[in-house]
T-cell receptor, first 115, second 114 residues
């Protein structure tokens, strides 16, 4: 079974600074996707960024980028130029690319952006 | 295009009662998944429906059940409620079942069992 671990329950960052959220996972699979989801206080979860395991290039979406280290089974999220609207719970998630299996989530990191 | 909607948004029930939660997916989406979110266990997968058939089931007792209708709307039911069932129940819809299809989440239903 796959497991996803987020070792930082809470983090804070000053507005306009950069912050990195950590995520490690355990799997024997070779073909999978990794995701970062954001859940703001309003509770609607939205996809921030995703990475296909076969792609060596790290995914980037505007101020959000990942550092994907497949051998180390590490998938960190970097938020640049942090904004107050980035305050949210961030969940790292794993999904196999076969068998139509569900998302497996980490426990989340609560990020607070401070003005 | 309207997003995923869930009703009701908040619910208070008593132990032993049963409850039905509803999820309306984005128009055209045929896959609906349900997740339970609690502070202790995090997000846990309940089940997935596609074309009115349950395709996947998580590790939850038989008190948790669901169904999907021909218009892709889905309901989940919890019978004989326990205090530990208090949680945020999220549903997510996607065009298809493949991992390449993004899952869109609803705002959730907050269930409190007293």
């Amino acid at each position: 079974a796959q497991t996803v671990t987020q070792s930082q329950p809470e983090m804070s960052v000053q507005e306009a600074e950069t912050v990195t959220l950590s995520c490690t996972y355990d799997t024997s699979e070779n073909n999978y996707y990794l995701f970062w989801y954001k859940q703001p206080p309003s509770r609607q979860m939205i996809l921030v960024i995703r990475q296909e395991a076969y792609k060596q290039q790290n995914a980037t979406e505007n101020r959000f980028s990942v550092n994907f280290q497949k051998a180390a089974k590490s998938f960190s999220l970097k938020i640049s130029d942090s904004q107050l609207g980035d305050t949210a719970m961030y969940f790292c998630a794993f999904r196999r690319n076969s068998g139509n299996t569900p998302l497996v989530f980490g426990k989340g990191t609560r990020l607070s952006v401070i003005a | 295009k309207a997003g995923v909607t869930q009703t009701p948004r908040y619910l208070i029930k008593t132990r032993g009662q049963q409850v039905t939660l509803s999820c309306s997916p984005i128009s055209g989406h045929r896959s609906v998944s349900w997740y339970q979110q609690t502070p202790g266990q995090g997000l846990q997968f309940l089940f997935e429906y596609f074309s009115e058939t349950q395709r996947n089931k998580g590790n939850f007792p038989g008190r948790f059940s669901g169904r999907q209708f021909s218009n892709s709307r889905s309901e989940m039911n919890v019978s004989t409620l326990e205090l530990g069932d208090s949680a945020l129940y999220l549903c997510a819809s996607s065009l298809g079942r493949d991992v390449t299809y993004e899952q869109y989440f609803g705002p959730g239903t907050r269930l409190t069992v007293t």
